[in-house]
């Protein structure tokens, strides 16, 4: 079935993520776009990554990159990012999870929901995390725990079904990014933060036949 543009018949999305940084590692272009349109976009993150940080405490780490996360999802036009404070790297698709989750989108009632990635791989060699997977299972099932759950549930995947054509919005993704600037130093000290940034950005918005030079793809996994 060929990709179809993601839809725009909305106003309200939640993205729901496991860990800081997730949104500017696949969507954070698209959700400038949707801000800059005047769509209201709120993130909800299940931990604080505390752990995501070689060599430093947790307790020191998830402040930092609450803050980082914070000064990110600012730069995409997000100004409400919650933490639920589930443990990070060790994140399970729980009733618990499914709880919170589930009262999130009852709270907020969104258009649209957007989440992780459940598949097992992105590619070839290049396997998801386990936390991501977890997580995103669990929001499908606090999705169809709902009586009345939002019209649109997608995931940030390969192989899209839609995808939201994102070209003038790459640059505001990569300062969200470059925005996460002690993890991406610890992570990669050898290369420039920004360079960092900009392959992610990169390679997370790929041509797409028919559609603009730069893409964010998404999977829908729920309509209704």
């Not at 402040?63 to 990110?72: A, D, F, H, K």
Request: aromatic content about 8%; hydrophobic content about 40%.
């Amino acid at each position: 079935m060929p990709v179809q543009p993601f839809p725009t018949d909305w106003q309200t999305a939640l993205v729901l993520v496991a860990h800081p940084d997730d949104p500017e590692y696949g969507v954070g272009a698209a959700v400038a776009k949707w801000t800059a349109e005047g769509k209201a976009v709120h993130y909800a993150l299940a931990c604080r990554g505390e752990v995501g940080i070689a060599g430093m405490p947790p307790e020191e780490a998830g402040p930092l990159r609450e803050g980082e996360q914070r000064r990110s999802a600012a730069i995409v036009g997000v100004d409400d990012v919650t933490f639920w404070d589930f443990p990070d790297s060790n994140i399970h698709d729980t009733p618990e999870l499914q709880a919170k989750i589930a009262e999130t989108i009852v709270s907020l009632r969104p258009d649209v929901v957007v989440t992780t990635y459940s598949g097992p791989a992105w590619a070839p060699g290049a396997p998801n995390q386990r936390d991501h997977i977890e997580f995103a299972h669990a929001v499908a099932a606090a999705y169809d725990s709902l009586a009345d759950p939002p019209g649109w549930l997608f995931e940030n995947g390969p192989d899209p079904t839609h995808c939201e054509v994102v070209d003038g919005y790459t640059d505001a993704a990569v300062d969200a990014l470059a925005a996460h600037e002690v993890y991406l130093s610890v992570l990669d000290p050898e290369t420039p933060v920004v360079e960092q940034a900009r392959a992610q950005v990169e390679m997370s918005t790929p041509a797409l036949p028919g559609f603009g030079e730069r893409t964010v793809g998404f999977i829908l996994k729920r309509h209704r």
